[in-house]
């Protein structure tokens, strides 16, 4: 594999960790809360697009909108679960109930999904011999799947800047964390 094509996977998993730890600046500096099943969340939202697309035959892009809908009811769930320990309990003892519930996803993932990896099957169209999609550019080639992902990422990360800094909608968080204290 060559050198340029390291760098765009680089690219592509770097901006997926910057997603996971969006998620986590927002909810720290907004809430000061620590979720400690925030990556448990991640696991189950690709465990929720593999079921879709393998059991319920639903293409790539609904299998991820069936993702986001199931994980906003998982989170509103765990919300509602939880409201009345934010309020009444300390923080110490809301970290721990978040971290023992990532514990119970990490188990409750492994019993009904199994332990072993999965993978997506037939994301990208059949080009190539591997049936990964290439993009050739300036003489190079890598999977077109890596190029999608990164302006994806590049798409939330940028869209979320726009929000805070230039709309009405980015003074709320510091608006509930002014309240919160």
């Known amino acids: 594999m060559n050198i340029a094509q390291q760098i765009v996977n680089g690219l592509v998993l770097g901006s997926g960790y910057a997603c996971i730890a969006l998620g986590w600046t927002i909810l720290l500096g907004v809430a000061r809360l620590v979720n400690f ?30 993702a986001i809908v199931a994980l906003a009811a998982l989170g509103a769930l765990m919300q509602s679960a939880m409201m009345g320990l934010v309020m009444s309990q300390n923080l110490t ?73 230039h709309t009405g909608g980015g003074g709320g968080p510091k608006i509930i964390r002014t309240v919160r204290h």
């Open 37 to 66: 099943a925030h990556g448990q969340l991640y696991m189950l939202g690709a465990f929720a697009t593999w079921y879709a697309m393998t059991r319920l035959g639903l293409p790539y892009p609904l299998a991820i909108i069936f």
């Open 93 to 165: 003892s809301l970290m721990i109930v978040t971290l023992g519930l990532g514990y119970v996803l990490q188990g409750g993932s492994a019993l009904i999904f199994g332990g072993n990896p999965q993978t997506l099957p037939g994301t990208l169209s059949r080009e190539g011999r591997s049936g990964i999609a290439v993009v050739h550019l300036a003489g190079r080639s890598g999977a077109a799947g890596n190029a999608r992902a990164l302006r994806c990422g590049l798409a939330v990360h940028a869209t979320h800047a726009v929000r805070l800094r």
